[in-house]
């Protein structure tokens, strides 16, 4: 959210709390900007808000409070100051991160030890891979490497290429000692990346530290795809959250309820190249190297933002049906599934575990099919 008149202060303003007050007046109605142009003022409509943020893992976080004391605006600038060490320890792209070392280290075959929380964080990936048969796995960084390398040379990779990368992925590899914390890679080439859960895992954390401070009613995100909703906004029940309409991203497709309840969204609508006249997403299936299809849009609701964020990657991977086989046995995770429409039609939005109040369409045009 941008705006030449943001109102400025000073750092004596910002510790008594006139800042926030300025900060209040500012935003105003315009909380509907915030989450993805997401936060919408739809019934039930969205009030003053307190925005707090930084930068970190190449995203924006950001923590919406309703308006209240200053100690909870100095326990939110407090608590966003963690993310910078969560960076630390899960990023791949610094050369002192805990991450990085590991990932050259365990190169060697040796069991290396791993601090508690990128245990947690690994441990949970490899979970939500088995549980989704690979369609998530934390390991397929190399084949994103690939196709980013071959699209700036206007190509494809070649079946060989796909071959030989899938033989140095796979989290089947990843051995991980739950006695002695420690982690082993069991083939040559393997890397792990969380980029696809780091960030939801990261919010969950932080989140976690505003509940034993007494705060209850926020909503945090990163990155505006992966978020948590704890609470409620201004007594409506939950936070208002909007979806993007997967073809007309200017556009709200929907608004989904929240409240204790992370969300992530993943589509290809607008992310994608040709080659030779063939569309191609930069979405990757990890179990055929090659980019996933049949999907456009999927938003997932689940316990966690960490949950939120690989299952939404994995939903979209895994298609309509094995989406609603997995919710069939998992009713805690919700999921809004948009496929592409057929020649001529409209959106078809497919809910799984979503009750009816948590859902308001913004276009009276779009289908909705509750299959749960």
Not at 55 to 74: H, K, R
Not at 133 to 149: E, N
Not at 287 to 313: H, I, K
Not at 336 to 346: D, S, Y
Request: one cysteine or more.
């Amino acid at each position: 959210m941008t705006d030449d008149s943001r109102p400025t202060g000073s750092r004596r303003e910002f510790l008594t709390g006139r800042a926030v007050r300025k900060e209040v007046e500012w935003v105003g109605d315009q909380i509907a900007d915030t989450i993805a142009d997401a936060v919408c003022d739809l019934p039930p409509s969205a009030g003053p808000s307190v925005r707090l943020g930084t930068t970190a893992m190449a995203a924006d976080f950001v923590i919406m409070m309703n308006p209240g004391p200053a100690d909870q605006v100095l326990v939110a600038s407090d608590v966003l100051q963690e993310i910078h060490q969560l960076e630390q320890e899960m990023t791949v792209y610094k050369s002192d991160g805990e991450l990085y070392l590991l990932n050259q280290l365990a190169k060697s075959g040796a069991s290396q030890a791993v601090s508690p929380r990128l245990h947690e964080v690994i441990q949970l990936s490899i979970q939500i891979a088995e549980q989704t048969h690979g369609a998530y796995d934390p390991t397929s960084g190399p084949l994103i490497d690939l196709w980013k390398s071959a699209r700036q040379e206007g190509e494809i990779p070649t079946v060989e290429q796909i071959e030989s990368t899938l033989r140095k992925c796979g989290y089947q590899h990843l051995l991980l000692d739950q006695s002695t914390k420690t982690l082993s890679y069991g083939v040559d080439g393997l890397e792990l990346n969380l980029g696809g859960i780091g960030k939801g895992y990261a919010i969950d954390c932080l989140g976690h530290q505003l509940k034993t401070r007494s705060q209850t009613n926020w909503l945090m995100h990163g990155g505006k795809s992966s978020l948590f909703a704890a609470g409620q906004h201004h007594q409506s029940g939950g936070w208002p959250v909007g979806v993007r309409n997967p073809l007309f991203p200017n556009e709200r497709l929907a608004t989904l309820m929240l409240r204790n309840q992370g969300m992530s969204t993943s589509g290809a609508g607008i992310q994608f190249f040709r080659h030779q006249g063939k569309r191609y997403g930069h979405l990757l299936d990890p179990r055929t190297g090659l980019p996933a299809e049949n999907v456009l849009s999927v938003t997932v609701l689940a316990p966690t933002a960490a949950e939120a964020d690989a299952l939404s990657t994995a939903f979209f991977v895994m298609g309509l049906e094995k989406t609603g086989e997995y919710c069939d046995t998992h009713p805690e995770i919700g999921v809004m599934l948009v496929p592409p429409p057929q020649a001529g039609r409209r959106l078809k939005v497919h809910t799984f575990n979503l009750p009816q109040q948590t859902l308001f369409l913004s276009e009276d045009d779009n289908q909705i099919d509750e299959s749960v």
